[in-house]
């Protein structure tokens, strides 16, 4: 009998369902076809995956960027890409697994380390298999079913006839499949001495997490492994699951129960979970599951690193209180201020609508300048920190609140005569593009000298993250918003377009093809 609230079998088939059904059926479909055939579907799924979904695209790119600083932008590019790729190819693994079963695989899978789950076993207390959301999670988890009777753990879906046909293919495939609050329902389990499948690598806030490493960057990790080997007393056994390189199969590997577990201090507990879950993510690391937002929750005083709407609703006396601001008005003037230099030393720009059909009430230039910061940020490219923003509909505006960045714009310095700041900017315009930094509003007014000379950018309204490196062309064009600025006209005659252009290809290493787009491109329209 299905749960309070839950839909009932007959308005599983009301209109609103029709569009998962199909879904489902095409799953069930692809269940059937030849295991190659599979492989190709699930690549072509998860290259539209990446070339339409720009916001998953985004948080792959920032995790990737977090946990592999050491790799170059280029290779992180296809890595995100890549880590598509094996997603699409885990949501057929997953049909698989749910309609089909896992004995059509038996012969693909090569199964390491059986040994430690008996001997965790022999102990009869049950056992934890830890395990992680790698892209071959279902299907991991029922190629094991082949050679053990497990239990699982899972989390509700959203939608309540996917969450249904989930549940059921679950419970096909294993003895039992336990929602995440049925800990009483865990804890029978291990007491009749099963082994329980737990996955506790995701983000679910900081109510019953601790803050332990992962790849160097504090995650939030949830406390249930040390929660539930307390209760139970079972041992944690770690198991990953992977996809061979070549695609002629599986490996499933259980490692060794994890010793002097738990240790009493939860902090140390998730760090080793951490710890080992790195190791394996290392392995195969496209066939993570990046596309999760897993350092949304952060410690006091730091943004999350992924792109976020943080807009707050005020009325009309509270935004004319703010253009009343005590301070300085950088630009508009008194009776309509665009930008005030507070008296305590903050930044407040007003966004006006004036238009009532316009791109900008799709798009707000607000809601961009806040995301971009916040993606700069992430790409360790210092810039303006935006932490307030608000939205009055009533007088069709937006304001946006920053603490003021230190430092003098690199036009007033370089025209004061610190030229060598100039010849910097090749290498540093090199950089925001291969960090896939698309600022089409660059000029020298728009790029702070801070106090230890490092550039900064400001008003970053009319800027684009592209998650990987500029192609040729997208570099040229950029060059020229910058070569072809009318304020900085006299600087840049003076420093030489062709100069600025070839010390650009230096900086960046580009060769052969591209570094002639960029030369000819540039050429050419500067000779217009």
């Known amino acids: 009998m299905p749960a309070k609230n839950e839909p009932t079998p007959e308005e599983f088939r009301s209109p609103r369902y029709w ?3 199909a879904g489902i ?4 479909l692809s269940a059937r076809m030849p295991y190659p055939v599979q492989l190709g579907i699930g690549r072509s799924i998860g290259w539209l995956m990446y070339l339409f979904g720009r916001e998953r695209r985004h948080i792959t790119a920032v995790n990737l960027r977090l946990c592999f600083p050491e790799l170059s932008p280029e290779h992180r590019s296809q890595l995100v890409c890549k880590t598509f790729m094996s997603n699409g190819i885990g949501l057929i693994e997953t049909a698989q697994a749910w309609f089909r079963g896992p004995e059509a695989l038996r012969d693909r899978v090569e199964l390491q380390g059986r040994e430690n789950l008996d001997r ?5 207390k049950g056992a934890i ?3 992680a959301h790698f892209t071959t999670l279902d299907l991991g988890g029922a190629l094991l079913s ?13 939608n309540p006839l996917f969450d249904a046909v989930m549940k059921r293919g679950r419970e096909k495939l294993y003895g039992a499949a336990f929602e995440r609050k049925e800990v009483r329902g865990v804890l029978r389990s291990l007491k009749k001495n099963r082994a329980v499948w737990y996955a506790p690598d995701q983000d679910y806030g900081a109510k019953h997490s601790v803050f332990a490493p992962l790849f160097g960057i504090s995650a939030a990790t949830i406390t ?6 307390q209760m139970s007393g079972a041992p944690v056994v770690p198991f990953s699951h992977f996809r061979k390189e070549d695609g002629s199969g599986y490996i499933l590997r259980i490692h060794p129960a994890l010793e002097n577990f738990p240790t009493g201090d939860e902090v140390e507990d998730a ?11 290392r392995t195969h690391p496209d066939q993570y599951m990046w596309l999760h937002r897993r350092f949304k929750t952060r410690p006091p005083g730091e943004l999350r690193p992924y792109r976020q709407k943080i807009v707050k609703k005020i009325r009309s006396d509270r935004y004319h209180a703010l253009r009343e601001t005590p301070g300085r008005v950088l630009v508009g ?5 665009k930008v005030i230099l507070s008296d305590d030393g903050r930044i407040i720009k007003f966004f006006r609508q004036r238009k009532l059909i316009s791109s900008n009430r799709l798009f707000p230039q607000s809601e961009a300048f806040v995301r971009n910061s916040i993606g700069l940020q992430a790409l360790g490219i210092a810039a303006v920190k935006c932490d307030k923003v608000y939205r009055c509909s009533d007088e069709s505006v937006d304001v946006i609140m920053y603490p003021a960045l230190p430092g003098d714009e690199l036009r007033d310095l370089v025209e004061a005569g610190r030229t060598e700041l100039m010849e910097r900017m090749p290498a540093y315009l090199g950089r925001l593009h291969d960090h896939g930094v698309m600022f089409r509003a660059i000029h020298l007014g728009n790029v702070l000298v801070q106090p230890d000379d490092s550039f900064a950018l400001i008003d970053i309204s009319d800027l684009d993250l592209k998650g990987g490196p500029l192609h040729a062309f997208r570099r040229a064009r950029n060059i020229l918003h910058l070569l072809n600025s009318k304020d900085d006209r006299a600087v840049i005659d003076a420093y030489g377009p062709e100069r600025f252009t070839r010390e650009y290809i230096d900086a960046c290493g580009i060769t052969g093809f591209g570094a002639d787009i960029i030369t000819r491109y540039v050429k050419s329209h500067l000779e217009r």
């Open 333 to 337: 003037d008194r009776e309509l201020p």
């Open 146 to 158: 082949l050679y053990q009777d497990i239990d699982v753990m899972y989390r509700r879906h959203k």
């Open 120 to 124: 965790a076993l022999e102990q009869g």
């Open 271 to 281: 760090t080793r979970v951490n710890r080992w879950l790195e190791q394996e993510i």
């Open 25 to 28: 059926g095409l799953l069930w």
């Open 224 to 229: 249930g492994t040390t929660r539930f080997a």
């Open 129 to 131: 298999l830890l395990g």
């Open 19 to 21: 569009p998962t059904w």
